[in-house]
């Protein structure tokens, strides 16, 4: 993971719409990230939106459609989020639907335009990428 | 057997990666700003699943047909291409066939249909 290092952190600053502000970027922290939030386009009132719980135990699950995709544990160093997770396919895609078992995965999502109720991030899974808008809920 | 070879590699380190157009499926791009009604984790995953269950049916097909091809060699020289399946007999390509089938790697309407393809064209 810590191959990732600094190139990672480049290519998550370079595509920031705001990369450029001259506001200073605060941090995520192990308290911070505790809590409920909603990613991307959906919404905290919609059950059906996806939806990532940091716990503060540790544990951490993503669900949607009121489904939990993945449960796992999370860790944050350095602005990155390392997730830690088991799911299993079938609920992942509709061409997974066949496909039994739970399997392992260690994603990293690097966090940046981090502000008191949301953050952004660029979520890593080997050559897979994918970039997050995260809001948190109220409890 | 595809996603069983698949969880090796998933549980595996992460990598920067600077391909950033690795969607679902291997085709969408899946960085993209536009693309927020796709879900994140579930997209991050379901792209590396999907894309090794590709990679591993491209592995055994290049598999199948290199042993295809090394069976009708008759000199030292092993031919960087085998057989196509037009240049198979039709009892050849069955088996081949019901070779991914046993094997998982087509689905059973994918079989059937296949099939009777071959057979059509007996």
């Known amino acids: 993971m810590i191959r990732a290092g600094s190139i990672l952190v480049a290519a998550a600053l370079a595509v920031s719409p705001c990369a450029h ?16 939030w909603v990613v991307n386009i959906g919404e905290c009132s919609d059950p059906n939106a996806e939806f990532i719980t940091f716990l503060k135990s540790g ?9 939990a995709d993945a449960v796992g544990f999370w860790r944050l160093e350095n602005d990155r989020i390392y ?57 | 057997m595809f996603v069983k070879l698949a969880a090796r590699s998933l549980a ?19 960085y993209a700003h536009s693309d927020w009604a796709a879900p994140f984790l579930g997209g991050i995953m379901a792209g590396r699943v999907l894309t090794n269950m590709q990679n591993q049916r491209a592995q055994q097909t290049r598999a199948m047909q290199e042993m295809a091809g090394e069976g009708g060699s008759t000199g030292g020289h092993s031919r960087p291409t085998s057989h196509s399946p037009a240049q198979l007999s039709p009892q050849e390509r069955l088996q081949q066939l019901d070779q991914l089938a046993a094997g998982g790697y087509i689905t059973p309407q994918e079989y059937k249909a296949r099939r009777e393809a071959i057979l059509n064209g007996m």
């Open chain 1, 21 to 36: 502000a001259a506001a200073p970027e605060s941090s995520l922290t192990d308290t911070s990230l505790v809590g409920k």
């Open chain 1, 59 to 67: 544990a951490v699950e993503s669900t949607r459609n009121g489904s």
């Open chain 1, 83 to 139: 997730l830690n997770v088991l799911a299993t396919p079938a609920r992942l895609h509709e061409k997974l639907k066949d496909v039994n078992g739970y399997y392992p995965f260690d994603i990293t999502v690097a966090t940046f335009n981090v502000t008191a109720d949301s953050f952004q991030g660029v979520g890593i899974l080997d050559d897979q990428t994918r970039y997050g808008k995260f809001t948190r809920c109220k409890p």
């Open chain 2, 12 to 30: 595996g380190s992460v990598v920067i990666a600077s391909a950033l157009f690795a969607g679902v499926a291997g085709h969408a791009p899946a």
